[in-house]
Structures are given as structure tokens and as C-alpha cells.
């Protein structure tokens, strides 16, 4: 069970709009930053968002972030088959003492 | 940019120890927490422990007993050891850079596999 909730899969179709949630507490994402990471089969995770909205170098506009409370978002625009991959929301639990994940969502672009 | 590059056994019995090493290349080891995370075969990802440069660590409570993490300044290295190990412990470990919450940087990750 993780800490973090995320539903386990959504789907939509090429070029369009698809967003993922994560639902927390006020321990982790309610008092911390959240990020989220794209992890394709048989490779690292990779840094989608960090510090709730802001991009890496190199990540496309296609994907961006939000947080409000205890929740946050990943948005996804202009879908491609490529985005095709599992999504996990991260943050830092003041309680745990670690930091912590959601359950992870997988994307199907039909 | 920094590299990660991570080795250990990959075959484990159950109550043996794992042992996995992370080298770290570029970048300045003082900036980071280094981290052990874990992901088992079709589950999410799990964080295990993390050290910075000077030792001061957090564990996940539920392996903090069986848990240990280490560094060694000299070489870029952080290591991890989990006792006892169990069919549960089976999972592809990675090791990442952790700062500010985020884990910017990754290594390849290894599947260790404890069976008897």
C-alpha cells in the first residue's frame, strides 16, 4: 500500500490532453514539494516536475505540474504514442522520515 | 553531469545479505543525499534509505531494522546491505541523487532475485 494515492491506470488518444492525480496528506505533500517521475519498462525512472510545477532541462511544455493542499496533478498535452509509460508522484513525509511514493499510474495512448 | 553506476549480487537465498555499491561520477558528492530505491515486480517504487557525505542518514521505518546504509568519501561510493532477506525483497534496486526532494539523477538499476 503506498502512502501516496494515484489512480492505476488513464488513457486517451493521440494528441490529447490527459492528466494524473496524487493524493496525499499533510505530512508529505501537504508540507513538501512534489515530483514526478516518467519510468519506462527496463529503464530508471526520470524526472518529469520537481518542486510541484517546475521542468528539467531537456523535458518538453507538453508536461507540467500542480499542487493544491494535500493533492497534486501531472498534466500531459499534446499525448504521443512515446508517453506511453508508468507516472509516479513523489514527495518527502515529515512523519515517515523518508521520502515516499504514489502506487504509480500507467498511460495508454490509444 | 553526474553518472551513477551501481553493482551487486544479483542472486540471493533467503536469510542471506544483500549487498549492492553505487559509484558516483561528476557532480559534487557533498550537494546530494545519495538513495537506495526499490521497485518489486509489478509494484511502485519504494524508497529504502540515504545518506549524505557526512553519514547523517534516514531509513524507511518498515526496513530500518534490516537496513544499513554507507559512504566512503574517498571513492564517490554509497553501499546498502538488507539482512535477512526474503522473497519479498526481490525487486530492481536503484540508486539516485536526492536533493529538495527530487531524485535527479539515477543509476542503471539491478534486479536481485532471493530464492531458494
Known amino acids: 500500500q503506498s502512502v501516496l494515492t494515484q489512480p492505476p491506470s488513464v488513457s486517451a488518444a493521440p494528441g490529447q490532453k490527459v492528466t494524473i492525480s496524487c493524493s496525499g496528506s499533510s505530512s508529505n505533500i501537504g508540507n513538501n514539494y512534489v515530483c514526478w517521475y516518467q519510468h519506462l519498462p527496463g529503464t530508471a525512472p526520470k524526472l518529469l516536475i520537481y518542486e510541484n510545477n517546475k521542468r528539467p532541462s531537456g523535458i518538453p511544455d507538453r508536461f507540467s505540474g500542480s499542487k493544491s493542499g494535500s493533492s497534486a496533478t501531472l498534466g500531459i498535452t499534446g499525448l504521443q504514442t512515446g508517453d506511453e509509460a508508468d507516472y509516479y508522484c513523489g514527495s518527502w513525509d515529515d512523519s515517515l522520515g523518508i521520502g515516499v511514493f504514489g502506487g504509480g499510474t500507467k498511460l495508454t495512448v490509444l | 553531469q553526474v553518472q551513477l553506476q551501481q553493482w551487486g549480487a544479483g542472486l540471493l537465498k533467503p536469510s542471506e545479505t544483500l549487498s549492492l555499491t553505487c559509484v558516483v561520477y561528476?557532480?559534487?558528492?557533498?550537494?546530494?543525499?545519495w538513495s537506495w530505491i526499490r521497485q518489486p515486480p509489478g509494484k511502485g517504487l519504494e524508497w529504502i534509505a540515504e545518506i549524505n557525505h557526512s553519514g547523517s542518514t534516514n531509513y524507511n521505518p518498515s526496513l530500518k531494522s534490516r537496513a544499513t546504509i554507507s559512504v566512503d568519501t574517498s571513492k564517490n561510493q554509497f553501499s546498502l546491505k538488507l539482512t535477512s532477506v526474503t522473497a519479498a525483497d526481490t525487486a530492481v534496486y536503484y540508486c539516485?541523487?536526492?536533493?529538495?526532494?527530487?531524485?535527479?539523477?539515477w543509476g542503471q538499476g539491478n534486479l536481485v532475485t532471493v530464492s531458494s
Open positions: 561528476g557532480g559534487s558528492f557533498s550537494d546530494y543525499y
Open positions: 539516485a541523487s536526492h536533493v529538495v526532494t527530487r531524485l535527479d539523477y
